[in-house]
Nanobody
Framework: QVQLVESGGNSVQAGGSLRLSCAAS????????MGWYRQAPGKQRELVAA???????NYADSVKGRFTISRDNAKNTMYLQMNSLKPEDTAVYYC????????WGQGTQVTVSS
């Protein structure tokens, strides 16, 4: 089992920045890739960014150039640096880990006001 705990969500104005963290515990050795998803009210959950165990990253077109995903393996923590935030980035952000199973965190709210 893998447990994921997100933190860092907050309310900011458009153009601002936030950094989300996802701390992993449990069967860390089984994790191959991790990622951030988000879900806005009335919309489906969508991939924001992902990172493999070797460091390969992938981003949604809507966040390229603004968001940066990273991981600190020594701390078992993944980050999402979000810059130039827009109101359309408002959503609950979820941490995901892919190992033997798919694991999810509880989510953290990001609200961007215009």
């Amino acid at each position: 089992q893998v447990q994921l705990v997100e933190s860092g969500g907050n309310s900011v104005q458009a153009g601002g920045s936030l950094r989300l963290s996802c701390a992993a515990s449990g069967s860390i050795f089984s994790i191959n890739a991790m990622g951030w998803y988000r879900q806005a009210p009335g919309k489906q959950r969508e991939l924001v960014a992902a990172i493999t165990s070797s460091g390969t990253t992938n981003y949604a077109d809507s966040v390229k150039g603004r968001f940066t995903i990273s991981r600190d393996n020594a701390k078992n923590t993944m980050y999402l640096q979000m810059n130039s935030l827009k109101p359309e980035d408002t959503a609950v952000y979820y941490c995901m880990a892919m190992g033997l199973l798919l694991y999810w965190g509880q989510g953290t709210q990001v609200t961007v006001s215009s």
